[in-house]
């Protein structure tokens, strides 16, 4: 059973462009949602997290939106640059546990 | 730099064989996370200690064990390794509990089974 997926494997959009990672999960007992940015030979990097009790969290260039309704949250990236090109994990957060989705790899061309 | 290391970086080794894998956490950090993460896949959560002790399991298989030390290092044990235990290991830590759920990542190792 996976909790939290990420139906797209990668995205690539055009520098200064909007790009947005979409993320669902099954498991409405979460109690934060956080998203990870991972370059090749390192580990994840914490990036931002939003309250389940909230809708919008916003950091600098990064905004998360949550849909509960839809069990549905997002990372929307403005303006996009080429260093954030990396693979981006979303994670729900639970007794403890974080659960991973499977990654999307996001590739910005200047 | 989270802080977190993890040796060795690279290890490569035969089927049927042992390994451990050894994961410093953050200065202070009583909590150690293991995940494996395969190809393809996102990161499966293995196990979490907590100032010594086994506080969580995940999807470890009976193969793998772990533990943390009185200095709070942890190792990561895998025996009889088969081909599909090829996989970055990650290690993470947090002080104590986070309400938030972040966590620190070590920088990996990856595991090649021949």
């Known amino acids: 059973d996976q909790q939290v997926k990420q139906n797209s494997p990668s995205l690539s959009v055009q520098e200064g462009r909007i790009s947005i990672l979409n993320c669902d999960y099954t498991?409405?007992?979460?109690?934060?949602f956080l998203w990870y940015k991972k370059y090749p030979a390192e580990g994840p990097t914490f990036l931002i997290s939003i309250s389940s009790i909230k809708d919008k969290n916003e950091d600098g260039r990064f905004t998360v939106f949550l849909n509960k309704s839809a069990k549905h949250l997002s990372l929307h990236i403005v303006p996009s640059q080429p260093g954030d090109s990396a693979v981006y994990f979303c994670?729900?957060?639970?007794?403890?546990?974080?659960?991973f989705g499977q990654g999307t790899e996001l590739s910005v061309k200047p | 730099d989270s802080g977190v290391t993890q040796t060795p970086k690279h290890l490569i080794t035969a089927t049927g064989q042992r390994v451990t894998l050894r994961c410093s956490p953050r200065?202070?950090?009583?909590?150690v996370y293991w995940y494996q993460q395969s190809l393809d896949q996102g990161l499966q959560f293995l196990i979490q200690y907590y100032n010594g002790e086994e506080r969580a399991k995940g999807n470890i298989l009976e193969r793998f064990s772990a533990q943390q030390f009185p200095d709070l290092h942890s190792e990561l044990n895998l025996s009889s390794l088969e081909l599909g235990d090829s996989a970055l290991y990650f290690c993470?830590?947090?002080?104590?509990?986070?309400?938030?759920?972040?966590?620190?990542f070590g920088p990996g190792t990856r595991l090649t089974v021949l």
């Open positions: 993470a830590s947090i002080p104590g509990t986070t309400p938030t759920g972040e966590q620190f």
């Open positions: 994670a729900g957060y639970q007794g403890g546990k974080l659960i």
């Open positions: 200065s202070g950090d009583l909590s």
């Open positions: 498991n409405s007992m979460f109690d934060y």
